[in-house]
């Protein structure tokens, strides 16, 4: 299942300067689906018996949802990757295992990723969150837009200001474990081991009645509901350990722009290229310092390497960010008619669009191609002096960033514009 990896990584002091959580993810999907970035602002829901429409099944509303941003395949409802008005942050992976995959549309493992956010102010109540609906409405699903059915069971990697959790899942059953400090990273493969902070209270006996374990050695997550060796985990030459080993040779200075450099690492894999891509990503900054604010960065375009991070900060009456939100179809979606699928959209939205068309250029046109990410790069090299000093000074110019997203957005259409016309 190689082929369709993602990543989601975090870093806390002491691997990273600054006294600052680092999290970051590539969200890595079919080639042609197109990613967007979108925000939902803070709602109150005062109706008891609302019902909220996921993907594909509903579910009880809750009294209150928080503000939060997404990086969604524009096609379902949820999220690969996101961020709350709290500073939570989370990704999910998919995984695979010995318990069989349902069929059946559930909830996806991105509508849970949502719906995380939406409800949780800490990283551990969002853990709570998805367990607790996880268990209530089980998962499941198709994860593509089309007749191709790819469906999978989940990984989540949940951060806060203080603290992250790496939750995952086979079927109903689960494990967390607690991460405190230093570096750990997710990719699709089970990887907690004998460390289990919390579980689902019947785990362990539902591997026993499978035969996977045998109720006397030490449990051993991964390697009891997972095919995997896990001692030779660490050493193998997948996706998972490659990013370990990132993370690790920066450990003691990560930065920012230390993850976006993981992120854009070729070699290693986990900037995919090929019918499985990197069709967007994002990294986030959380300070340790209540008073100082969270600063989350997105792409919205394929290949982090040809992207610009663009940064988003949490203030009231944030501007809708047109420029990275696709066309909507309401009730004439294919997703949402049964049966499912039966057409695909154009789902591109005016980023995407202009990206695109740069790419094409560039790829015919050698020095075209240096001018265009040189100023791509100095764009990025601006917005990241600014977003320094705003966690430095503590000072935010709420006037300005309401429309700060957008505005990078603008700034990099405008360079896909010059490249393109001249």
Not at 138 to 158: P, T
Not at 202 to 216: E, F, L, S, T
Not at 225 to 231: C, F, G, I
Request: aromatic share 10%; net charge negative; hydrophobic share 35%.
């Amino acid at each position: 299942m190689e082929p369709c990896s993602c990543d989601t990584f975090v870093a806390l002091p002491p691997a990273t300067v600054g006294n600052r959580i680092i999290f970051g993810k590539n969200s890595d999907r079919l080639c042609n689906e197109v990613q967007e970035v979108v925000y939902f602002p803070a709602a109150v829901h005062d109706n008891p018996r609302e019902h909220l429409q996921c993907t594909y099944i509903e579910i009880d509303q809750v009294p209150e949802t928080y503000a939060v941003v997404l990086s969604r395949p524009a096609w379902l409802w949820g999220a690969e990757m996101g961020a709350n008005e709290h500073g939570v942050c989370i990704g999910n992976e998919a995984v695979w295992g010995r318990e069989e995959v349902c069929d059946e549309e559930a909830l996806l493992g991105m509508d849970l990723v949502r719906l995380g956010l939406e409800r949780a102010d800490t990283a551990e109540k969002a853990l709570n969150v998805i367990v607790d609906l996880l268990e209530k409405y089980g998962q499941g699903g198709n994860c593509s837009e089309g007749r191709m059915v790819f469906s999978y069971h989940n990984s989540f990697l949940i951060a806060d200001r203080n603290e992250a959790w790496i939750l995952e899942t086979a079927g109903k059953y689960w494990a967390a474990e607690k991460v405190q400090e230093g570096v750990r990273n997710i990719s699709n493969q089970l990887s907690i081991t004998t460390k289990i902070d919390r579980e689902h209270p019947d785990m362990r006996n539902y591997a026993k009645q499978k035969g996977w374990w045998d109720g006397k050695k030490e449990f051993d997550f991964a390697a009891t509901y997972s095919y995997l060796d896990t001692a030779k985990m660490m050493i193998s030459p997948g996706r998972y350990c490659e990013g370990y080993k990132l993370l690790n040779k920066y450990k003691g200075n990560i930065t920012f722009e230390t993850m976006m450099e993981i992120l854009r690492d070729k070699p290693s894999g986990i900037n995919m290229e090929g019918e499985f891509l990197t069709t967007a990503s994002m990294v986030s900054i959380l300070p340790q310092d209540s008073s100082i604010p969270c600063i989350h960065f997105f792409t919205g375009t394929p290949d982090p390497e040809r992207s610009v991070f663009k940064p988003f900060i949490f203030v009231p009456n944030i501007s809708q960010l047109l420029d990275t939100s696709s066309p909507t179809f309401e009730l004439e979606d294919p997703v949402k008619k049964k049966p499912r699928f039966q057409f695909k959209p154009d789902r591109r939205h005016p980023l995407y669009q202009k990206h695109q068309q740069a790419l094409e250029v560039i790829d015919k046109k050698e020095e075209k191609a240096k001018t265009l990410l040189d100023n791509m790069r100095k764009l990025e090299k601006e917005l990241f002096k600014e977003m320094e000093s705003i966690l430095q000074n503590k000072h935010l110019d709420v006037d300005k960033i309401v429309n700060l997203f957008p505005q990078c957005a603008k700034d990099e259409i405008r360079i896909y514009k010059s490249n393109i016309s001249s």
